[in-house]
Structures are given as structure tokens and as C-alpha cells.
């Protein structure tokens, strides 16, 4: 958008990018982000059957008592869905704030998708550790 | 009719334009007529797209100021001043459409913002605006499915969405072959007479400054300033400097 002045047009009309761009964006990164790791966790665990029923020679039965037996309390389904909030965060205001900070030409564009890319895997890996020495502070882990 | 004669609608005085250490451009003042095109012109790199975003909000002037009739553009502080910018339309070079949103969504947007008008109001304005540009039909397409050309019409219209007293183009043709060029150029005539806005337009095609400008600002490179302002077709024969005399002769 800062490459076909799209950006520059919101500001000669007066219309905050931080309104039009970076708030929705970051916004819906904040609210789908948990959505997708259900969606993750629910094809892990079908992948986890398939491979399990397929290749191991475990019973249907036994893959669901042992999956039913690991997730009694719900609480690694709930920690990956409060990670996965900060997460989404991270990721919307990493790549926005990149993207309207990127130069004029094409080149300048591809540094910038790297570098948000980099940035957020760090501050992910970051924010998840922080989140792990927290959960085992409070004994939930 | 004599300058003297008519409206200054805006008034640039004792500019000076910089990145950072690195000056473009000083000392620069000019008035704007009413209801005249002004071409901003003067070879590559020279400083005109700087100048353009200085009078359009979106390059803060090291000193100096923009006066359009009672407001200071940057008289506070380091923003623009909004009730003077919202007197501006300003169509980029490569159109600046808003690529999730089709013609129609593009044009309203401004209205939806900043005006107090309803949904079907909002519409039927901004199928207006389109229409003035000869795009009637195309309220629902995507600007990645339009021409260079449409482009910059859809452009044009959406600069024009809150009825802007000063339309500010830069590099209008850039991109455009000869028809379009010239059919665009045709537009701004057009609108000029129609409408009454006034223009400021920078480019360097000959073809589009001798057909639309009634006033031109020649800006050199060398001396980051104003070297000359004066009708093109007068200092094409009669200007002082010889460089704006190869520049307008193509020498």
C-alpha cells in the first residue's frame, strides 16, 4: 500500500491509517488467530488417529481414551488459545508496523516482508517462553 | 486577464524544502489563480513531486509556508492542517486506488468519512463523480481490472468525491500512450471549465503542458529553485534561461 502511494492518499484525505489499516487488521489477526489453532489442534489430533490407527495398529477406541485421558483438564487446549491471542498481536502490529515503514520500491518491499517475518517468529518465541515461566509460576504447568 | 486582476486561492511564500541535510529546493514563493492550471515542470529530479507533497499535506517544509485563502497548510506544528487539506484532491501517479475496494467503495470513502450524507446519498455522488470521468458502468469493478488509463480516471474521480477547490496531479500521463494521454488532458480541460477547480500539475510531457497550462513554474535542479514562471508557450520563445528554453523546444 506505501508502494502505490495508497498510503499517502489516506493522509491527503485526513483519514488516519492507524484507523483504516493497522486497526482492523490487527484486530481480526487478535480474534481469528485462536480460531485457526483450534482448527490446528483439531487436524492435529485427526492426523495424530490416522497415523495412529494406519501405521501404529493402535484401535480408534484406545486413540480416543488416550487423547480423552491428556486433554481431562482442557488446560493444554486453553494455554495454546491464550498464547495464540498474543500471538495474532504480535503478528498484526509486526506486520503493519513494517508495512507502512517500507521505502518506495519493490526491493524495499521484500526486505520489509522478511524482516516482519523475522521479527515476529522472535518475538513469538519470546512471548511464548514468557508465557511458559508464567504458567509454571502459577503451578499450571 | 491581468494577474492583478485575479483570485489567489493559494500563496506559497519563501519555501524551503529538504530530506533530512539534503535541500531540494529554496526560497521558493508563488501564487495559484483561481480557476488556472498550473504546471509544476523542470527535468528529472528537480524537485517537483517534493513540492507537490508539500502543498499536498504530506511533506512538512523546513520554513516557510502554504497560505490557501485564510489557513496556513502547516501552520500547526508538524501535522497538516485538516480544514485546509480538506480543500485538496490529489491524484498520485500510479492512481492510488484502494486495491480491496472496488470504483464505487473507493469514491465513497471520503464521503462516508467525512460527510453526513446517507448510504444511497453517498452512492449516487460517487456515481456521479465517476460518471464525470466517463466511467459510468464500472462502479463495480476492482481497480486491478481496469487499464492504466481508467486508472487514473477512477483516480481523478475519487479526488474529486469532496469537491475540492485545487486538484493537485502528478504525473497524470506517466504511463499513458498518446490517446489516453491526450483524452486525459481533454478531462482536465474539461473539469477546469465545468467545474471551475483549479489544477496544479506536474509533469514534464510537452505535449500535456502546452495544453493545459495557463501558468508554469520551471524548476532547476542545479540551482534548487525557481528559475522561471511564465505561459509555456510565451517561454518557449522568450524565456531568459536557456535551459528553459531547450527543455520546452525538446533541444
Known amino acids: 500500500m506505501k ?98 515503514h517500507t521505502g518506495n520500491d519493490s526491493a524495499a518491499l521484500g526486505r520489509s516482508v522478511t524482516s516482519s517475518v523475522v521479527v515476529s517468529i522472535t518475538f513469538i518465541v519470546v512471548c511464548d517462553a514468557l508465557f511458559e515461566i508464567t504458567f509454571s509460576f502459577l503451578g499450571y504447568r | 486577464m491581468d494577474s492583478e486582476e ?13 530530506y533530512g541535510k539534503k535541500t531540494i ?33 504530506l511533506l512538512k517544509p523546513a520554513s516557510g509556508m502554504v497560505r ?17 487539506l480538506s480543500n485538496f484532491g490529489v491524484l498520485f501517479q500510479a492512481g492510488a486506488l484502494w486495491s480491496s475496494m472496488n470504483l464505487l467503495e473507493n469514491v465513497s470513502l471520503p464521503l462516508e468519512v467525512f460527510s453526513e450524507l446517507n448510504k444511497k446519498e453517498i452512492e449516487a455522488m460517487a456515481s456521479y463523480k465517476l460518471g464525470l470521468v466517463g466511467l459510468s458502468g464500472c462502479e463495480y469493478l476492482y481497480p486491478s481490472e481496469l487499464s492504466g488509463g481508467m486508472q487514473k480516471r477512477a483516480g481523478l474521480a475519487r479526488a474529486l468525491a469532496m469537491d475540492p477547490s485545487i486538484l493537485f496531479l502528478d504525473e ?41 497550462a495557463d501558468d508554469a513554474l520551471f524548476l532547476s535542479g542545479v540551482e534548487k529553485k525557481l528559475l522561471e514562471r511564465g505561459n509555456p508557450n510565451e517561454l518557449k520563445v522568450s524565456s531568459a534561461f536557456q535551459e528553459v528554453k531547450n527543455f520546452l523546444n525538446r533541444k
Open chain 1, 3 to 100: 508502494l502505490r502511494e495508497e498510503v499517502d492518499s489516506l493522509r491527503t484525505f485526513g483519514i488516519p491509517a492507524i484507523d483504516f489499516l493497522v486497526l482492523p487488521r490487527t484486530l481480526a489477526l487478535f480474534l481469528m488467530t485462536p480460531l485457526l489453532t483450534m482448527y490446528a489442534d483439531l487436524v492435529g489430533i485427526l492426523g495424530g488417529l490416522t497415523v495412529g490407527t494406519q501405521v501404529m495398529d493402535f484401535s480408534s477406541l484406545h486413540y480416543y481414551e488416550q487423547t480423552e485421558t491428556a486433554l481431562t483438564h482442557m488446560w493444554e487446549i486453553y494455554s495454546g488459545l491464550i498464547k495464540s491471542l498474543a500471538f495474532g498481536l504480535i503478528i498484526g502490529l509486526v506486520g503493519c508496523y513494517k508495512g507502512l
Open chain 2, 172 to 212: 497524470p500521463s506517466a504511463g499513458l500512450d498518446p490517446i489516453n494521454s491526450r483524452q486525459l488532458d481533454d478531462l482536465i480541460l474539461e473539469l477546469k471549465h465545468s467545474l471551475g477547480i483549479t489544477f496544479v500539475v506536474v509533469t514534464h510531457e510537452l505535449d500535456s503542458i502546452f495544453t493545459i
Open chain 2, 68 to 84: 490557501f485563502e485564510n489557513g496556513d497548510l502547516w501552520g500547526r506544528g508538524a501535522l497538516p492542517n485538516e480544514s485546509v
Open chain 2, 6 to 18: 485575479r483570485k489567489i486561492i493559494l500563496e506559497a511564500k519563501d519555501l524551503h524544502l529538504c
Open chain 2, 25 to 57: 529546493l529554496t526560497d521558493l514563493s508563488f501564487e495559484l489563480f483561481e480557476e488556472s492550471c498550473l504546471v509544476i515542470m523542470g527535468s528529472s529530479g528537480c524537485g517537483k513531486s517534493t513540492l507537490l507533497k508539500t502543498l499536498t499535506g
